[in-house]
């Protein structure tokens, strides 16, 4: 079925028409916008603040266990930095992409919408330009196989990630509990988690060959979305973890699978199915202030920035936060948070990547990966054919904040394609998450001892406020389970306070 409805989200390029912002097809955007029946200065059991997979998890299960929940979303859709616009005959996943059934929540949410056998594959071999391409300094620019490649990617992350001799096995054993587990101590992790990326490429550089170097380095960076030095080594330990342990693993787990129908449309069959069980809701409600009158049966008040909605106050007995990590802090809370809450929301996470979509003349490089470094996109992926018979190419780049804007700079994202492998670019689809006033970067990369000093105090609760993002998941942080995850945690604890003598509610 065409998509019809529209988010203001995103940008579009064509020669033609330069850059334009949003009418991007996305059939995450609700319309109407808002839903709310109950009478003015009604208190909810539940106010949600964001429309994420976090917000929508939780949403869900309270909803369908009798709460009385209220959504309200600054933006005109749901996702939050997972969503998926539809042209061309494909769909452009323009934050979170990849599906795989090593990510628990989320693959129980595929399977509960019957979404986990429809499945595409990222790479698509047999087209003209089947192969990979590395572009370094100091060695000759060349073609060789995806074996090939991941081959050399492999051996150079192995040797990065493998601290303890035993490939993170020791260090690590529990990614889900990296300061709470019987096989290593605190101090130990804490004194990993002071490690930079540069500090331990520094001590495994004279290790690699030169195309290993640029390739791991440009990795790094792909992944973290910042710099070598303020990228967290113990993040790439436990990412390493998560990936069972083996660098075989980057493309199963992180870059094979998508969901057919897209990441916007389960989001928005666990919205339909939150409404059904008569969750409210506002869009295009940004708030400014949360204050909690008090704990125990003391009531938390939302106020809003602007009067779209019909009340400027929402009141509930409880707040599901889920703002990401880098907004946080322009949000006025009362009482004030802790001072070490406050001071993790100061520095924020470094993550500033850039993700931009290209449909290129010709379908010959569908088939194609390839890398180049240093370079605004360091990566380049083949992605599927569009209904025109063009490849659709997927470029990412690391943090470029003060030289690139790529909705002001589209030239300098096409010579950079181009810097990737030849190429006519005919169209870009993308979504600047590092100037998005309700993003201010890509999921949530950690600095240097950041994880050890600020997650226990990040996934704690304030009062009557408790918070609930990606952006501090306790497994697949800065990954779409992870938001699940806290989502559901977040849930989970509403309801059994509502559970409690006194509160009987089911």
Known sequence: MPVDRKTQDGYSWTKAAGVRPGNLRC?????PPQKITTPAGHVYDAIIIGAGYAGLMAARDMAERGLSVLMLEARDRIGG???????????????????????????????????????????????????????????PPRKLTHTEAGQITGRAWDIFVNVDGQNCRRVCPLPHA???????????VERLDKISCHERFEEIKDQLTPEEFGLLVALLLHISGGSMENS?????????????YSAQNFGPLWTTYKLRDGQSELAKRMFDDAVRHKLQYSFRTPIKAVRDTGSGSGLVEVHLKSAFAEENIYRARRVICTIPLNVLSSITFTPALSPLRQEALELGHVNFMNKIHAEVEGSGLASWNGMRYPSVLMFGYGDGVTENGNAHIVGFGKDERGTYVPERDPDKTLVAFQELHPMEVRKMIFHDWVTDPYAL???????????????????????????????????????IDGALEQGCLA????????????????
């Open 27 to 31: 059939r995450g955007v609700v319309e």
């Open 81 to 139: 930095r997972t969503y998926t616009v539809e042209e061309d005959g494909i769909l452009y996943e323009m934050g979170g992409t990849w599906v795989t059934h090593h990510m628990a929540y989320l693959f129980k949410e595929m399977v509960r919408y019957k979404m986990d056998r429809n499945l595409l594959l990222t790479q698509n071999h047999g087209y003209e330009n089947d192969y990979y391409t590395i572009n370094v300094p100091g060695v």
């Open 178 to 188: 990296q300061l709470d587990n019987v096989h290593i101590t605190r101090e130990e």
């Open 232 to 244: 967290s080594l113990w993040d790439m330990i436990r990412s390493h973890a998560l990936m069972s």
């Open 441 to 479: 970067g890509g999921p949530a990369w950690w600095r240097p001892g950041y994880m050890t000093k600020y997650q226990d105090e990040l996934q704690s609760r304030h009062g009557n406020v408790l918070f609930a993002s990606a952006d501090w998941a306790r497994g697949w942080r800065a990954a």
């Open 491 to 506: 849930a989970q604890e509403v309801v059994e306070e509502f559970r409690s003598p006194g509160k009987a509610r089911f």
